[in-house]
């Protein structure tokens, strides 16, 4: 029982200290910085059960492996009434870490954004089969194609739609995903960290080329980015 005791206790002090751990590794983007932060913190959860677990099942399996007469479990109030609890806790820890990523506006943001550090570039993704049609609506409503060029350090908001079939825009390593419906526009915002060129694709199957529907996100410096604004715009 004290072992069942100090076992629980070392759980619930991880929980804790992860709850204010900070990832350490450079992030590409707002988004990418807040999932991976979530996936790191629900880490400090699932290593220590596995372990718990394991330990138990390892433990068990050795003790009565030769035991052929067992008998069964007697009934501990106090503890079924820890685990309980510190199921409660665990549940608690995931849920209110879930719903601070989740809520953030770099994961689910509003398609208008008001930023201090300046006003958000917009980019309208449209999705067909089987292609992408990347257009600037607030800054002359040019197309590029397949490419999307944004300035790093300055809030992005990219609305997403679909010709016809439900298409799926996906950035990973800038942690950007979500659904381009027809008729609808779903909208993601994230502020870009890192210049370079990050690979997009479609991630719902779409019919025969599918797999050629891949676009990029290139990000630069805002020096680089006006320059191509403006070369953008003087070539419509």
Request: contains cysteine; hydrophobic residues 40%; glycine residues 6%.
């Amino acid at each position: 029982m004290r072992k069942t005791r100090l076992a629980l206790v070392s759980l619930l002090t991880v929980l804790v200290a992860g709850l204010f751990a900070d990832p350490v590794a450079a992030q590409s983007s707002a988004s990418a910085e807040l999932i991976n932060g979530l996936n790191g913190k629900l880490l400090y959860i699932a290593i220590p059960i596995t372990l718990l677990v394991e330990g138990i099942l390892i433990y068990t399996i050795v003790k009565f492996r030769n035991n052929d007469d067992p008998s069964p479990t007697k009934e501990n109030r106090r503890l079924e009434i820890t685990w309980t609890i510190a199921t409660a806790i665990i549940l608690l820890f995931v849920g209110v870490a879930s719903y601070g990523v989740l809520a953030d506006e770099n994961v689910a943001g509003p398609p208008q954004v008001e930023d201090a550090s300046g006003d958000p570039v917009v980019v309208h993704a449209e999705a067909y089969q089987w292609g992408w049609e990347m257009s600037y609506p607030e800054a002359g409503n040019f197309s590029t194609g397949t490419e999307i060029v944004v300035p790093k350090d300055r809030p992005v908001v990219i609305e997403v739609t679909s010709r016809d079939v439900i298409h799926g825009f996906h950035v990973p390593d800038l942690a950007l995903k979500v659904d381009a419906m027809p008729g609808q526009v779903n909208t993601i915002r994230t502020v870009p960290y890192e210049e370079g060129t990050y690979q997009g694709y479609c991630t719902e199957y779409c019919g025969v080329a599918h797999s050629q529907m891949y676009f990029t996100v290139e990000v630069v410096s805002q020096e680089e980015y006006q320059d191509w604004l403006d070369e953008q715009q003087s070539s419509e």
